[in-house]
């Protein structure tokens, strides 16, 4: 029941008692003579003792309603305000409320407004700390690793990969070879091309890509811009230049690269888009795919990367939605708050 009705309801509850009980004390102190009296006056066309109720009926509906749309309106500012909270922003100029309880829970959002912007600070700090001091430590080992195992890959299946797709396109083109021979290696064909675009994929995702010194928009471009030339997919991106400390560019990188390596393993996407924009005081980050699409809920595929991702974006104090829709396709969200933007690329 809406607060709106539940105010008309009491309202006209409360105008009934009163229409029948003030009358009743009334009379009871002062008692008629003739009690046909109350019946035979008429107010407005109506008999009194049918009157007085209906009016004070009437004024409760009235008063209910009005009353209802009142607290009505400071609810849904309450509930604006509350939603605000939860994207890490409040709104943009202070409310101001009547009743003093509301006006008590609005300071309270403002505090934890502080709390969590504080909580934030410190988390991007702490973050970008450890990027800082992990990178050192553990990026030479990871090269190392990632780049014995791209080469090794290379060099044996891709390469035998490529010597089969050479020896199944001379067999393709004889022309001694059955028709229906010929449609079995093309389809032989088909799939031994698709393996090598798929191997490409899974070689530029083990070769240590990182930012070195590049902005994170520099760096996205990068990745993308050879993405594209490794594999078959419709590539689009959109990216607005923005200022970030190193641990927030370094998650937010990572979490890109998890995504298109998900894409690669399991959407078979036709296309992909990626935007990255800075919107009221948030960085966004949105990744869609027009693949296979999968459950979110039921499904665990690639639940490893959508683990890792959601724990990037949650440690800078962030949020991460994923919406997925089988046959349909993938996109995924993260908002970042920006602590320190300065105000120069919010719109």
Not at 79 to 108: F, H
Not at 187 to 200: N, Y
Not at 259 to 276: C, D, F, G, Q, Y
């Amino acid at each position: 029941m809406s607060i709106v009705t539940r105010q008309i309801l009491t309202a006209l509850g409360v105008s009934f008692v009163l229409s029948l009980l003030l009358p009743a004390v009334v009379f009871f102190i002062f008692p008629l003579s003739d009690w046909s009296l109350l019946w035979e006056k008429v107010v407005m066309g109506l008999p009194f003792v049918i009157f007085l109720p209906s009016l004070v009926i009437t004024a409760g509906l009235i008063y209910g309603a009005v009353s209802g749309m009142f607290f009505k309106r400071q609810l849904q500012r309450v509930d604006e305000g509350l939603y605000l909270l939860e994207q890490g922003r409040l709104p943009s100029r202070p409310e101001t409320y009547q009743i003093s309880e509301l006006a008590t829970m609005v300071e309270r959002m403002n505090q934890i407004h502080k709390q969590i912007n504080e909580q934030t600070k410190l988390s991007q700090k702490m973050a970008n700390e450890k990027a800082v001091d992990q990178e050192k430590q553990i990026q030479e080992i990871v090269s190392q690793e990632r780049n014995r195992l791209a080469r090794e890959l290379h060099d044996s299946v891709s390469q035998q990969l490529f010597a089969a797709s050479m020896f199944m396109s001379a067999i393709t083109e004889s022309p001694t070879v059955d028709k229906a021979v010929m449609k079995q290696f093309k389809i032989v064909e088909e799939m031994i091309h698709q393996s090598q675009l798929e191997m490409r994929a899974l070689l530029l995702h083990l070769r240590p890509v990182a930012l070195k010194g590049k902005s994170l928009q520099a760096g996205m471009q990068e990745l993308l811009e050879e993405l594209a030339q490794k594999v078959t997919m419709d590539i689009h991106w959109k990216m607005e230049p923005v200022t970030l400390d190193k641990g927030i560019e370094d998650h937010l990188f990572r979490i890109l690269q998890e995504s298109i390596s998900n894409t690669l393993r399991h959407a078979k996407a036709s296309s992909l888009e990626v935007l990255m924009i800075v919107r009221d005081g948030l960085i966004i980050l949105r990744i869609t795919d027009d693949g296979v699409g999968f459950n979110a809920e039921n499904s665990k595929t690639g639940s490893y990367g959508l683990q890792n991702m959601h724990e990037r974006a949650v440690e800078l104090g962030g949020t991460m939605q994923l919406v997925s829709v089988p046959n349909k396709g993938t996109k995924l969200e993260v908002k970042i708050p920006l602590i320190h933007t300065g105000g120069d690329h919010d719109d």
